[in-house]
C-alpha cells in the first residue's frame, strides 16, 4: 500500500492552516485543473468532523467521483478524512499542524490502495503513486499561498 508523506513550512499561525485545509472551496480552487467540484454534502465553506464531501473530477481521462468524511479532528493540531466510497480501495489522509518559530509545520500523511489486488499494485507502482504525490503537493502548495497571502481572508471570512 502506498503511503505518501510531505511536510511544508506555512508562515501563518496553525489555525489558519488548519482552516485553510479543510476549505471546501480552497481546494476545488487548488484543483481546478482537474475540474474538481464538491457535488454533496458540504459543498462550500469549511468541512468538520463527521461531515463529508462529494468530489467530482477527471483524472486519467475519466471522470469520477470520490466521497470522503472527516472521522478524527483535533483543531488545530490533526484531522483525518477517508474515503467512502470513491475508485479506491481505500484511502486515508491526515493533516497534522505544528508551531514553528517562524510559522506552521503542515504535514500530510497520505496512505492509499487501489482495487484490482495485484494489478492495483502494479498501477500503484507505476503510476498512481507519484500521481497522487503531485496531487498532494499541489494542494499542499496552495494552502501555503493562501495562507501567507491575502487570499485567507476570503477563504476563511464567516
Known sequence: MPRIELVTLVEAPPDRVFD???????HALGQARHGEKAIAGVTRGLIGMGESVTWKAR????TQELRSRIVAFDRPRWFRDSMVAG?????????FF???D?????????DF???LGPLGK???WLVLARYMKRLVQERALSIKRAAESEQWKELLRE
Open 87 to 95: 475508485a479506491f480501495a481505500r484511502f486515508d489522509h491526515d493533516h
Open 102 to 110: 517562524r510559522g506552521t509545520r503542515m504535514r500530510d500523511v497520505f
Open 20 to 26: 485553510l485545509a479543510r476549505s471546501i472551496d480552497l
Open 113 to 115: 490502495a487501489s482495487p
Open 98 to 100: 505544528a508551531q514553528e
Open 59 to 62: 483524472h486519467f481521462w475519466i
Open 122 to 124: 502494479l498501477a500503484d
